[in-house]
């Protein structure tokens, strides 16, 4: 589906429906817990080691030179290449991040339409979308940035269009990384609030996971993932395999 056709679709659709977007999330849930857990576990250990590239210039200067760790401020041979490391590091976690996010929803629409396609994890990252995905996170980067600067309140609205642009990175794969984010704020725009609502409330809800001894949350944690799914459903729709 070309953009304009996504737009017109989003142009013409209905308002969303709260609570019949939260009851499916909760029922596809159920479905799909397991599959979340991967897909989070996943998202850690493949970050991770973008994490420990972060801090190798510190440890580094602590092995060369122990004194370093007792002062309060860092030296410019540690500072520098760390805060040129940080945003491509970031932006890198985030690629993975949104494609395996994407993933997910693939998978949610296969286990809501009860295909028997693969459960494909790495499928956003794969040779002819890793470049679409790293694109993505720079743009949702650059966007992030620029709700910070607008006091954090500009973060709070970003939040919307940026929550749902793994949808339009699953199901429709020819619009570029520019349009799914025009795509994105075109329909978080129409439909701010009710999208809001369900990320805030399944986002505390999936944060209960936390009650269950702790680890809970790692099985709960993808459920804030889920509206979007139906969110893009409700407002596009989706076809079958596609």
Same mark, same amino acid.
């Given at each position: 589906m070309n953009f304009d056709a996504v737009t017109e679709r989003i142009r013409s659709s209905t308002h969303l429906d709260f609570g019949s977007?939260?009851?499916r999330a909760i029922e596809l849930f159920k479905k799909v817990w397991l599959q979340g857990f991967v897909t989070l576990l996943l998202t850690f250990v493949v970050i991770l080691p973008f994490y420990v590239l972060f *801090?190798?210039?510190?440890?580094a200067a602590g092995?060369?030179?122990?004194?370093?760790?007792?002062? @309060?401020?860092? =030296?410019? !041979?540690v500072f520098i290449p760390m805060l040129i490391l940080g945003p491509i590091l970031m932006i890198?976690?985030?690629?993975?991040?949104?494609?395996?996010?994407?993933?997910?929803?693939r998978i949610c629409r296969q286990k809501d339409l009860n295909e028997n396609s693969r459960?494909?994890?790495?499928?956003?990252?794969?040779?002819?979308?890793?470049g679409k995905s790293m694109?993505?996170?720079?743009?949702?980067?650059?966007?992030?940035?620029?709700?910070?600067?607008?006091?954090?309140?500009?973060?709070? *609205?970003?939040?919307?269009?940026?929550s749902i642009i793994p949808a339009f990175l699953a199901f429709d794969? @020819?619009?570029? =990384?520019? !349009?799914?984010?025009?795509?994105?704020?075109a329909l978080g725009n129409k439909n701010w609030l009710v999208i809001f609502g369900l990320v805030f409330l399944m986002g505390i809800l999936a944060e209960l996971g936390i009650l269950l001894c702790c680890?809970?949350?790692?099985?709960t944690a993808m459920l804030s993932k889920i509206p979007a799914y139906f969110i893009y459903k409700d407002s596009i729709g989706i076809s079958f395999n596609a």
């Open positions: 977007i939260f009851n *801090y190798i210039p510190f440890i092995i060369t030179d122990p004194e370093m760790m007792r002062t @309060e401020e860092l =030296p410019p !041979e890198a976690a985030m690629t993975i991040s949104i494609a395996l996010n994407a993933a997910f929803l459960e494909d994890y790495f499928f956003y990252l794969k040779k002819g979308y890793l694109t993505l996170a720079l743009l949702v980067f650059g966007i992030s940035i620029l709700g910070m600067l607008a006091c954090g309140v500009g973060l709070i *609205y970003v939040m919307v269009p940026i794969e @020819e619009l570029s =990384p520019m !349009e799914i984010v025009k795509a994105g704020f680890v809970g949350i790692l099985f």
